[in-house]
């Protein structure tokens, strides 16, 4: 459900440089590429909010996304999703979901018990297991400058050329990051034990690495990721930012037409 949205909770750097992928020419190409994207990760951090639309595979299921998010105040966001490629939940009918700071809302097209929507409160989720307060740190932590920190934090990016995206000329941007490092960066507030038995999850799939793209205009915001993760449940995600600084409007079901998962 984190619909290949990735979190990290890195902090935003205040000697930020750079601007567009330009460097200075007496910069190494890693430290010209790290210089612009800390200033990326300001410009986007002070934008607030953007409309973002996107797919990701997972082993045969295609999840297409397209909505809008604002991260002024913790993450609230609107997405329409439509799963496609096997699973129950891939009817290829776009489904709504809703997410505030505390918890997700799920209108799964369909009844069930009565209700419309399904709640999974992040609380919740993270008592689940290792597995589960990692997504609780995603999806309360999701926003497109996370992606930028995340690849800061890893100190291996290279800079790989100009690249039009949708019309916008944008400095492409790679790097890849470690499993191990990646659950470190990823899940600051798990406990060593729990990172360490997320770490063997992810090892037993297949996972040693994960790759980072980011495509960064000349105003110095973020227009494209994908990250793709090695394993046999490979995952390749494409998220796509623009109208930055749209307004986010996310109106809550009422509580009558709401139910818990079974088991929460």
């Known amino acids: 459900m984190v619909a290949g949205l990735t979190a990290c909770n890195g902090g935003k750097s205040d000697n930020a440089g750079g601007s567009g992928g330009g460097s200075d020419s007496h910069q190494s190409p890693?430290?010209?590429?790290?210089?612009?994207?800390?200033?990326?990760s300001q410009q986007v951090d002070s934008k607030k909010s953007?409309?973002?639309?996107?797919?990701?595979?997972?082993g045969p299921t295609?999840?297409?996304?397209?909505?809008?998010?604002?991260?002024?105040?913790?993450?609230k966001m609107t997405l329409d999703i439509t799963m496609t490629g096997g699973g129950p939940m891939s009817s290829g009918k776009p489904m709504k979901a809703l997410y505030t700071p505390q918890a997700m809302y799920m209108n799964m097209g369909m009844p069930m018990g009565g209700k419309n929507w399904i709640k999974y409160d992040?609380?919740?989720?993270?008592?689940?297991?290792?597995?589960?307060?990692?997504?609780?740190?995603?999806?309360?932590?999701?926003?497109?400058?996370?992606s930028v920190d995340l690849l800061i934090a890893s100190?291996?990016?290279?800079?790989?050329?100009?690249?039009?995206?949708?019309?916008?000329?944008?400095?492409?941007?790679?790097?890849?990051?470690?499993?191990a490092e990646l659950v470190k960066m990823q899940s600051k507030s798990l406990s060593e034990s729990d990172l360490k038995a997320?770490?063997?999850?992810l090892k037993q799939s297949g996972a040693t690495q994960e790759t980072i793209d980011l495509w960064v205009s000349s105003e110095n915001l973020l227009v494209k990721k994908r990250e793709q993760m090695d394993g046999r449940n490979a995952m390749d995600s494409t998220v796509?930012?623009?109208n930055y600084g749209t307004k986010v409007d996310v109106t809550l079901p009422p509580a009558s037409d709401v139910m818990t998962p079974p088991g929460a």
């Open 30 to 40: 890693l430290d010209a590429a790290l210089a612009s994207l800390k200033t990326a």
């Open 50 to 58: 953007a409309e973002i639309d996107g797919t990701q595979k997972v």
């Open 62 to 75: 295609t999840r297409t996304m397209k909505g809008a998010m604002d991260w002024s105040n913790g993450i």
């Open 122 to 146: 992040y609380e919740l989720l993270a008592k689940q297991g290792p597995a589960g307060a990692m997504m609780k740190d995603a999806l309360q932590n999701n926003d497109p400058g996370k």
């Open 155 to 179: 100190g291996k990016v290279k800079e790989a050329g100009k690249e039009d995206v949708r019309g916008v000329q944008a400095t492409h941007y790679t790097g890849t990051v470690e499993v």
């Open 198 to 201: 997320l770490e063997q999850q």
């Open 240 to 242: 796509y930012y623009s």
